[in-house]
């Protein structure tokens, strides 16, 4: 249990983790514990980057693949659903990336073992909407990304 956590209140984050990975691979077509998620702000926008964790996993390997192909199109067309399914609720940032939608790129790249879209912008509002957007998913899947954005 962490430091200065009451007993109830670790076994409600307990409850919000597990009710996440439920959600997350309901929507996402793969199992959350086989997975690794990572979430990257740069200084142009951001990476999202999903892959197994065992490299002979075939079949997860193709569902990211498939699912991040998906999402790459989806948020480009101001589709955010996916995420909103994942999460209960609108992630922060999401209005404003639709709203400006024609001033962000969203690229699929295929990565060794799984894959990642790409954000890419040159507009600040946009910039700070992905940000936003990146930082939240850090927190909710608890990844231990790195905040700071910098070349990655």
């Given amino acids: 249990m962490p430091p200065g956590t009451t007993h109830d209140e670790h ?8 009710d996440l990975k439920k959600r997350g691979s309901a929507a996402m077509g793969f199992d959350q514990q086989v997975t690794t998620h990572h979430f990257r702000m740069t200084a142009d926008g951001g990476r999202i980057n999903v892959t197994v964790n065992d490299p002979s996993d075939a079949e997860n390997l193709a569902q990211i693949r498939s699912h991040l192909r998906e999402i790459a199109a989806a948020f480009a067309n101001g589709d955010f659903s996916k995420a ?4 209960g609720e609108v992630p922060p940032g999401v209005l404003t990336l639709q709203e400006l939608r024609g001033a962000i790129q969203y690229a699929y790249e295929e990565v060794r073992d ?9 507009d600040p ?6 940000h936003e957007f990146l930082r939240y998913q850090i927190r909710e899947h608890q990844t231990g990304d790195p905040l700071s954005v910098g070349k990655q």
């Avoid at 909103?84 to 999460?87: G, I, P, R, V, Y």
């Avoid at 799984?114 to 040159?122: E, H, W």
């Avoid at 509002?125 to 992905?130: D, I, Q, S």
Wanted: aromatic content about 4%.
């Fill in 125 to 130: 509002r946009a910039l700070a909407a992905a």
């Fill in 84 to 87: 909103f399914a994942t999460h």
């Fill in 11 to 18: 076994l409600k984050q307990m409850q919000k983790e597990a």
């Fill in 114 to 122: 799984g894959g990642r879209v790409v954000m890419t912008t040159s």
